[in-house]
């Protein structure tokens, strides 16, 4: 009993379909591709078996219909097994001679195949397609009008070789054509009578129609558009971009859409404007101290002082100076100090308030140095020994240093710049133990302000 090809032939395509579309499902769409596909086809055939014996076969017109299964393996190839009913009308040429038994195999014949092409097909392009395979013919039955030939009068399976051609392979309708060859004897031991072997030969035109299956196109990025309208296929992009990022016109590395300058560089602080200009810098009394930083901008002055003048170059500006024009010390503040005065040589009478002469002279080193320094203000300190009470004593250095102030006074000095101030024996310069250390210990003392 003979096994019957149909069913093991839709297992194997019912497997591959399955397989291919649970493929396709997983692929990511990196490049154009098609998706596994199937559908139905039929055509016209020219029909003509092949001897090597004296029998000569006209050339008959037939038909096939069937189904078809694509699978893409990249690279523009692709496999299709395909399942077919071919009705094959043969005749055996007027004239020819055959071998005993008279009659050649299947003259004024029609066979019935059920074939299985397995079929190559190498793309060119997206509008043709080269095809080579082979396929499988299982004689299902045989109608001889006198019912002298039969199914067994054929090999139970002959093995066929093709080639051919198809127009728009991947358009919902598609045109094909292809000539095959027989490769196997189609004649069985039963009617092996005579020593010619026959074998099929058949070209066949026809429609292929497509079911189901459909062309891919490629979004290497995965933005969501096709590479063959996305000017950035390797980067994620935006629609409204044509698939890419977000740009940056000015190349400042704030994008455009958050750049409020997208066409000048700029600064991120300044939403990619540029920054706006620096004040000019300025240094108008051209002392090397900025005005930013200068303490006196319009008059010329010293880098330690800020930019402020110090004129006697005592490290004391100006502005501050009570004697801007001589250099001094701290205490008076940038005047010099009354260095020729000797407190103890402002001398009086006896235990008196009354200057003498030697007092009087030494107070004119003192009057000399405030009329010379306007802006230095005195205080006259009168002290004392230790001889006598302490009230007596402060009262008489109380005396003594208006004694002192009246007199600067009267050589022209305003009384505002003048102070006085007693402090007795409290404040000794020396031991009051013996005469000249008490004679040192009453004068008359200058504090310059």
Known sequence: MRCSP????????????????????????TRDHYTPSFGLLGGATYDALRS??????????GWSVGAWFNVPLGFGISLEPQLQYWSMPSHVATGSTGASPARALLDSATVGFVSAPLVMKVHVGRFAALTLGGQLDYALRVVDAPNYWTADSLSAVSVSASGGVEFFPHSRVALYGR?????????????????????????????????????VYADRDGDGLLDKVDKCPADV??????????????RDGVLDEDDACPKEAGVAAQRGCAPPPAPPVLDRDLDGVLDASDRCPSTAGSTSLDGCPDSDQDGYEDATDKCPNAAGTVSPRGCPRLSAFRPTDVTFDGVTARLTAAGRAELDKVTAYLT?????????????????????SIGLSVRRAEAARDFVSMQ??????????????????????????????????????
């Open 237 to 250: 992009g935006l629609s409204k971009y044509q698939g890419c990022p977000v740009p940056d016109t000015d």
């Open 6 to 29: 149909s069913r093991q032939t839709a297992s194997i395509v019912a497997a591959l379909s399955l397989f291919a579309f649970s493929d396709a499902k997983s692929q990511r769409p």
């Open 52 to 61: 090597n014996g004296a029998e000569r076969y006209d050339q008959q017109p």
């Open 412 to 449: 022209g000095i305003s009384l505002e710049r003048l102070s006085i101030r007693g402090e007795g024996g409290r404040r000794p310069a020396t031991s009051n133990r013996t005469v000249e250390g008490r004679a040192l210990n009453q004068r008359i003392e200058v504090v310059l302000r």
């Open 179 to 215: 000539y095959t060859m027989g490769l196997s004897d189609l004649r069985s031991s039963a009617a092996s009578v005579s020593s010619s072997k026959i074998h099929l030969q058949s070209v066949q035109a026809g429609i292929k129609l497509r079911l189901a299956g459909r062309r």
């Open 372 to 392: 010379m320094y306007p802006n230095v203000s005195a205080e006259f300190v009168g002290h004392t020994d230790n001889v006598g009470s302490v009230d007596a």
